[in-house]
């Protein structure tokens, strides 16, 4: 089959058919354009969402820590790399695809067009070739005609008698004229009949079926390159493939990591405070106060021995009862008098203070119309709903259990840029043996000043593990001592009323709650605002300030770097040493911020760094 023979006479129709080819081909390079801006898109859509929704890294505190954060932080990544592929895709496309069809569009356009001038000129040609063998033809016909009118006229005169002699010949010159130069004419037009029939057959037989067959092979080479494109178009998809399973097999591997166990850890991990739960409220029985003279039999002492109250009791008392959730509230009952208070006896011979009707009255009252100091569930979330001040270098203002992981997270970094600093410091020592030993590749001398201060970077790092350890073990120390006391306190029914932890200070209104020292309390009966010692504590030691301390806090006393203060009370284990200078004014202050020493005969002394 070829078009050379089958079609030697649809010239105008093949025209037509490799134009519609080439319109084709140029078609399908505009799908394949348009197919790649959809991949690009997509792809940019994509690495848009996952960098919306990706987690910012402006600080460690925000690193994504559950499980379901950081399998949903891997599907991100997957998903950047599912779009990272379908860049791919669309990059080959466009090399593989679309830029091979414009090339080849453009080669295509160009022989095409050779081809049909070919054609165009080698139909001219046969048409100048026909035109000739018309003209001679024409020529030859009218050479005939007047040769016929010559030959009309020479019988006509020569049959006339009364033509001359004279008109007779010039008749037979004319005819042998017109004859000759008809017989010419014909030889003519057979020349041009055998010429143009020649290159009639050469036309049809040899150089049209030749221009159509170079038109077919570029048809067919038209089509194979669609194929080959088509082609082409699915091995760019089909490339990307396993990548792309790569990538849908992370994604449900980082669905299978997720571990609701984990979770609900690391939520512990996070918001433990520390503190151990409220112990119960003991009962105190104020009744036990009441003069009962009926049951008891006992006698009233005198009124001065009433009104002398042992001073070492009062200290241990005021001691012993301490008050959880801030200062106990006066009374606002008028103020008492002595008179009011007396002495009663015991069947075992011990004595007691009792008091009169009236401040039993009171404290019945006192008892209904308090109200309770039951702390509330809000005030213990203190990684919820605390409003604390600026944080403090110690992590002070954190419950213990988050203290220890801060402290214990810094001191992690710093052992990490201590160890820079050293590895910096050995590097510039082998480079200042290099330079003395060769002065010519450097001076030793330019790296001193590195030197020293890679020296002070390395001691500022010790100094710094060195008191971040301190802070840690004295947390440490804190959290392991903090249930015996605890235990000890309930069987001896002391009620948890006292200076809280150096953590902070509690109220029931989580909106109250601001860090604070501990407030003093002493063991106070409900009239203790009105008889309580006026003897100041007796000093146990004495104690040297070794970082300055503000103390705006109520129940706190500042104090300057070196200034020297007396100790009236020991750190129970809170924090926070209640301390006195030397015109009386007493307060607690932080026991990390003081060198404590106790006097020898002092029972537990020890010294605090």
């Not at 019988?155 to 130069?181: F, G, I, S, W, Y």
């Not at 959880?324 to 002495?343: D, R, V, Y």
């Not at 709903?385 to 970094?413: C, N, T």
């Not at 030993?437 to 970077?457: C, F, I, R, V, Y």
């Amino acid at each position: 089959m070829s078009w050379g023979t089958e079609l030697w006479d649809q010239f105008d129709s093949l025209d037509k058919h490799t134009q519609w080819g080439i319109d084709f081909l140029e078609r399908y390079a505009k799908f394949v354009k348009e197919r790649i801006e959809i991949e690009q898109n997509y792809a940019k859509q994509l690495r848009n969402l996952v960098k919306k929704y990706c987690p910012k890294r402006s600080s460690k505190d925000e690193e994504p820590r559950f499980t379901s954060c950081i399998a949903f932080f891997n599907i991100l990544n997957e998903l950047n790399d599912y779009a990272g592929q379908r860049e791919v895709v669309a990059e080959e496309m466009a090399h593989r695809v679309y830029g091979e069809l414009m090339r080849y569009a453009h080669d295509l356009k160009t022989e095409r067009k050779m081809h049909l001038q070919e054609g165009r000129k080698a139909q001219q040609y046969l048409d100048m070739c026909w035109k000739q063998m018309d003209n001679s033809k024409k020529k030859f016909e009218r050479e005939c005609r007047e040769a016929e009118k010559a030959q009309q006229s020479y019988e006509r005169l020569d049959n006339d008698t009364n033509a001359t002699k004279a008109d007779v010949e010039k008749a037979k010159q004319q005819l042998n004229l017109r004859t000759h130069m008809a017989d010419e004419n014909k030889n003519e037009y057979a020349a041009q009949l055998q010429n143009f029939n020649g290159e009639q057959h050469k036309h049809f037989y040899v150089v049209i079926p030749q221009i159509y067959k170079q038109l077919q092979e570029m048809d067919e080479r038209r089509t194979i390159k669609l194929s080959e494109c088509y082609r082409g178009f699915a091995d760019s998809e089909r490339k990307v493939i396993p990548i792309i399973s790569k990538c849908l097999e992370g994604m449900i591997l980082a669905a299978k990591s997720v571990d609701e166990r984990r979770d609900s850890q690391m939520v512990v991990d996070s918001f433990k405070s520390g503190f151990e739960p409220p112990g119960d409220f003991p009962f105190e029985d104020f009744s036990q106060h009441i003069y009962r003279t009926v049951s008891d039999g006992t006698i009233s002492a005198s009124k001065q021995e009433s009104g002398k109250v042992d001073a070492k009791t009062t200290v241990g008392k005021a001691k012993g009862k301490l008050w959880l959730f801030g200062k106990k509230p006066k009374p606002q009952s008028p103020p008492l008098t002595p008179t009011s208070l007396f002495t009663s006896s015991t069947p075992n011979g011990s004595q007691f203070l009792t008091f009169s009707i009236e401040p039993v009255h009171y404290c019945m009252n006192e008892i209904k119309t308090g109200k309770p100091r039951i702390p509330s569930f809000r005030s213990l979330k203190r990684g919820w709903s605390v409003k604390m001040g600026p944080a403090l270098e110690d992590f002070s203002h954190l419950p213990p259990e988050q203290r220890r992981k801060k402290l214990q997270q810094r001191i992690d970094e710093l052992n990490r840029e201590l160890q820079k600093e050293s590895d910096q410091k050995e590097a510039l020592n082998k480079m200042k043996d290099v330079y003395e030993k060769n002065p010519q590749m450097g001076d030793p001398g330019s790296l001193q000043p590195k030197l020293a201060e890679t020296m002070n970077n390395i001691d500022r790092l010790r100094m710094e593990i060195h008191k971040n350890e301190a802070w840690l073990s004295e947390v440490e120390g804190k959290t392991g001592g903090r249930g015996d006391r605890r235990h000890s306190s309930d069987i001896n029914h002391l009620v948890t009323q006292g200076r809280e932890s150096p953590e902070g200070s509690y109220t029931d209104d989580a909106n109250q709650e601001v860090r604070g020292p501990p407030q003093q309390h002493g063991h106070h009966n409900e009239f203790d605002d009105e008889f309580e010692d006026d003897d100041p504590l007796p000093a146990i030691g004495h104690c040297k300030a070794i970082y300055p301390f503000d103390g705006h806090n109520e129940g706190t006393l500042a104090m300057k770097e070196g200034e020297v203060l007396y100790i009236i009370e020991e750190d129970k284990g809170d924090g926070w040493t209640r301390a006195r200078r030397q015109n009386g004014e007493e307060g607690y202050v932080p026991t990390s911020y003081i060198d404590v020493t106790l006097e020898k005969n002092s029972k537990g002394a020890v010294t605090y760094i």
